[in-house]
C-alpha cells in the first residue's frame, strides 16, 4: 500500500485522553489497576454460565458461581465490553481501510495519476501550506509536556514535522469524506449487541428532551482536546436526534490537566445562575484559556454574579461533587475521556457520529 497513504491514514486514528492511574485526582481510583482488553473464554465460567452451577466445594459446604460473580459482575461487564468495543473498532478500520484503498485507486485511475502517491501529492500534500513560524510556536506551547521542557530552537523542525503532519491528515481526511460522497460509500457493519453497564445520571447538567427514550451520559472534562472535538459531535447527536435524546454530562477531571477540576467548578457554579451551558460551551470552545484570569473573563462574558460565583467556587461541596462524578465513572469502567454510556452502553473517545447513530438507532429500533 502507498506510503503516503499509510501515513495520512494513520493521523485519523481516534483517540481519547487516557488517565495515568498514579495521576487520578481519586485517590482509591489511583490504586485500582485497570485490567487489559482480553476475549471472553472460549468455554468454563463467563457468560452463559448456569448460575445455579457449582464451581468449588469443601467439606460441610459449596460454592455456585451466582456466588462468584455477584462480586465481580461489573468488572465482569467491562472485559466483555471491551472484547466487544476492541473487535469492533479493529472490523471497523479494516473495513475503512479497505474503502479507502479501492476508493483512492478508483479516483487515482479516474484522474490519470500514476499511483495514489502521486494523487494523493496533488490533493494533500500540495494543498497544504508549510505551517508559519507563529503556528510552530503555538504548537510548541502545545507539546511541552511531550516534550519535556526541551528548548524550542533544538526541537523546532520535530514540531514544525509533527503540525505539517496533522495539517496533511485534516485535509487527508477531508478530502476522502469528498470521495465516500461522490462515489456513494456506505457502511453497514453491525455494531455489536453490547452489555449493559448500570450508570447514573446523579443530579449533573443535562440537554435534550428530559423524557426522551435515550439517555447518554458522557463523561469528558474541560482541557481535553478530544472532549471539545467530541461536544461538536455531540451537538450534532442532539440536532440530529432531536427530542429522541437527553445528554447528561458528568465531569471526569483527569489527574495530568491541573485547570480540569478548577474549570469544571467553574461551570457547575455558573450553572447556580442558570448559565451551566454557556459556560461549558465558551470552556470547551477555549481549552487552552482555563487559568484563573480565563475563567473570570468567561463569567464576565457571561455577566454571572462575580461575587456569588467565586463564594459558590470557594464551597468544599462544589469540588466534592467532582470527585463524585469521577469516582462514579471509574467505578463504571471509565479510564480516559471523552466516555460516553448510551442507554447504559459503552463507547470511547473522540468518536464520529456513525457509531452513536449504530447505537441509537438500534435502541430506537426497539421501541
Known sequence: MPRTFLALSALLSLAACETKMTEAPAAEAAKKAE????????????????????????????????????DVKSQLIKLEVDYLTNRYQTESQATEQAVMKAVLEAEAKAKGAADVDALLKVEVEDKVPAPTEDEVRAHYNVLQRNLRGAPYEEVADRVRQDLLRRKQGERFGAYFEELKSRY??????????MPRIPISVDDDPSKGNANAAITIVQFAEFQCPYCGQADKVVEQVLKEYDGKVKMVFRDYPLGFHDRAVPAAVAANCAGEQGKYWEMHTLLMSNQRALEEADLLAHATTLQLDLGKWSTCRQDPKQAAEVQKDFEDGSAAGVSGTPAFFINGIFLSGALPIEEFRSVIDRELAKG
Open 35 to 70: 485490567p487489559a482488553p482480553a476475549a471472553p473464554a472460549a468455554s468454563g465460567g463467563s457468560k452463559g454460565t448456569d448460575p445455579a452451577a457449582v464451581v468449588a466445594t469443601w467439606n460441610g459446604g459449596q460454592l455456585t458461581y451466582a456466588d462468584v460473580e455477584k
Open 184 to 193: 456513494g460509500v456506505k457502511t453497514t457493519l453491525p455494531f455489536p449487541d
